[in-house]
C-alpha cells in the first residue's frame, strides 16, 4: 500500500514558477513510476510528467522544457518544478504511483495510487 501527499500548490502570476512535491509512504518507493497528472474544470485528468524507478522521465508537450519531474529515493518525495507559468496550466495536480515501475506511462489507468490534489492557479 502507497499512500500520496501533495503540496505545493497555490497561485501565482503568469510567467512565474511554483515547486510541487509529492511524499509517498511505504518502503517500495524507489520499485514505483511516479506521475503527475493535473484536471481542469470542466475536462478530463491528464497526464503531464512521469519518471521510472531509474530516473527516466517522460513530459507531455503542453508542459516539455518548461516543467522538471525529480525524485529523491531517500526521502520518498517526488517533485515538479513548474517554470514559465501559462493560465491554461490552472488545475489540480495529482501525484500517483505505478508498481510497474521500469518504464513509465501516461495513461491513468496505469496508476494504482493516488494523492489527493493540490490546486494551482496561475493568473494573467
Known amino acids: 500500500q502507497v499512500q500520496l501527499v501533495e503540496s505545493g500548490g497555490g497561485l501565482v502570476q503568469a510567467g512565474g514558477s511554483l515547486r510541487l512535491s509529492c511524499a509517498a509512504s511505504g518502503r517500495t518507493f524507489s520499485r514505483y513510476a511516479m506521475g503527475w497528472f493535473r484536471q481542469a474544470p470542466g475536462k478530463e485528468r491528464e497526464f503531464v510528467a512521469a519518471?521510472?524507478?531509474?530516473?527516466?522521465?517522460v513530459y507531455s508537450d503542453s508542459v516539455k522544457g518548461r516543467f522538471t519531474i525529480s525524485r529523491v529515493y531517500g526521502k520518498n518525495t517526488v517533485y515538479l518544478q513548474m517554470n514559465s507559468l501559462k493560465p491554461e496550466d490552472t488545475a489540480i495536480y495529482y501525484c500517483?504511483?505505478?508498481?510497474?515501475?521500469?518504464?513509465?506511462?501516461?495513461?491513468?489507468?496505469?496508476?494504482?495510487?493516488w494523492g489527493q490534489g493540490t490546486q494551482v492557479t496561475v493568473s494573467s
Open positions: 500517483a504511483a505505478d508498481s510497474a515501475g521500469k518504464v513509465v506511462t501516461t495513461a491513468t489507468s496505469e496508476y494504482e495510487y
Open positions: 519518471i521510472s524507478w531509474s530516473a527516466s522521465t
